[in-house]
């Protein structure tokens, strides 16, 4: 038994299957199958259940989970805690928001191959909840997300904020002058996915009293929610700079609200128990390569 199949083990366990495990390691499909046939051999018994259409753990499989979970942190923990600062090198999953994903990220990953060559990074543009999971299940080693608040068990450095503003497209129809939440609770509204921070925070907005949300079109996707958006199916809280870059260039307008914007702030995040010196310098290249603006807090 060796780290490099409990690696295969939990990729398969955490991803489905063995093909997504193999993607996640780079690795091809039968190197990941011999490694788990080898896993099992010297085990001696059965690790998944693949009588089923969807791979599942057996029994054994599952009580091997919470092992192969410390063997593979520990190997991690002395090689980045022990090593030097020059030596960090391995696989690093990250979770993105959308946002980040379509602005600074590329300045990130410039940085960290400069520093460190031996890094892979694989990165999971996702919402807050899915990358809050992932940190605290160990599937995730850090998150570059939207501020929540303060957990006990997380650390965070500041990436800075960005300015959100009500939008319409340029074509749509509003009342005149400057817009009060009743206005806009007239309006069709168009919102983030269900589970998502910005979610709760426009719903928290437009209903102060604590009221469900009204029904409205919902999606995940910023660039689908600019093109909804200028197609006059309602208005939705994006971020300003969405005015002047593509594909919101020219198609979107500001809705003139009081106040005209908020801040949302955003943070590189990993678990306390998963820190090491090498995450603490990857989120130290994150602050470095963010271009949203320091210094300014959020009031959520």
Known sequence: MNLKQLEAFLAISRHGGFIEAAER???????????????????????????????????????????????????????????SAESISGVFRIGVAELIAVTW????????REQYPAVTLQFEVTMNPTMLEGLRSGSLDLALMIHTGSASDLMAQSLGSVPFAWMAGVGFKLPRGILAIDDLKRLP?????????????????????????????????????????????????????????APGKGRLRM?????????ISYEAVCAKTHSSAALRRLMELAVQASSFTRGARDSL
């Open 25 to 83: 390691l780079n690795l091809t499909q039968s190197t990941i199958s011999a490694r788990i046939k080898e896993l099992e051999q010297d085990l001696g018994v059965l690790l998944f259940d693949r009588s089923r259409r969807q791979i599942q753990l057996t029994p054994k499989g599952r009580e091997l989970l919470d092992y192969a979970q410390q063997a593979v942190a520990l190997q991690r923990e002395i090689k980045q805690q022990i090593g």
């Open 105 to 112: 990220l590329p300045q990130f990953v410039a940085n960290v």
């Open 189 to 245: 509204i168009i919102y983030q996915s269900a589970d998502s921070f910005m979610n709760h925070f426009m719903s928290s907005m437009l209903h102060t009293e604590g009221a469900n949300r009204r029904s409205g079109t919902s999606c995940n996707s910023l660039a689908a929610r600019v093109s909804l958006i200028s197609a006059g199916l309602g208005v939705s809280l994006m971020p300003l700079n969405t005015l002047k870059t």
């Open 255 to 263: 809705v003139p609200t009081n106040p005209p914007q908020v801040n």
